[in-house]
């Protein structure tokens, strides 16, 4: 006997827990119902007020066609810059490039940085860092250069490889009209 009423106080304990979850897991539902309705009804309200402020309105084609301009004449021209810079960059005797820009990297305004590596048949790596700094340096074009550090490295002939960072800033013509 007290085998069944045991069995009958478990099952009455785990009948009692499941109404209860079942209960929770309901309230939860309901609240976030509500809470979704309630959410959804301000978000109507939101669009009635921006829609009804006339602000959707006021940008006109004419003034995004301004806005463009002004961006069009504060932005800088890249293609023109990594011509100046390929320019600058000193040349061999066949006019190929004796060093590798490995990557350029631009930041806000003219500011930019040139990650570069001397070429493996380099008679003097070092020479060539230094005259790439000296062309940098005497061009108008470019100015406030800059090598934080150079990286030394051997290739697998054992010709010594030179690695560095390179900042500077980009100058640009100004029209005349503009002065």
Do not use: H
């Not at 100046?84 to 960059?89: D, F, M």
């Amino acid at each position: 006997m007290q085998e069944k009423s045991f069995l009958f106080g478990i099952s009455t304990f785990a009948l009692v827990l499941v109404l209860g979850l079942c209960a929770y897991s309901f309230y939860q539902k309901t609240s976030l119902s509500t809470q979704i309705e309630k959410l959804n009804f301000e978000y109507e309200e939101l669009s009635n007020q921006y829609s009804q402020s006339g602000f959707a309105d006021t940008l006109s084609l004419a003034s995004a066609k301004n806005i463009i301009s002004k961006l069009d004449e504060s932005s800088l021209k890249w293609s023109e810059v990594i011509k100046e810079i390929n320019k600058t960059v000193p040349k061999d005797t066949k006019n190929n490039s004796r060093l590798d820009i490995v990557a350029y990297s631009g930041a806000g305004g003219s500011s930019l940085t040139l990650n570069v590596s001397t070429l493996p048949d380099s008679e003097n790596p070092f020479f060539d860092v230094a005259d790439f700094i000296k062309a940098f340096d005497s061009s108008t074009k470019f100015k406030d250069n800059f090598v934080p550090s150079i990286s030394s490295g051997v290739t697998a002939e054992g010709r010594e490889i030179l690695s560095f960072s390179f900042s500077t800033t980009y100058v640009e013509e100004v029209p005349l009209l503009s002065r």
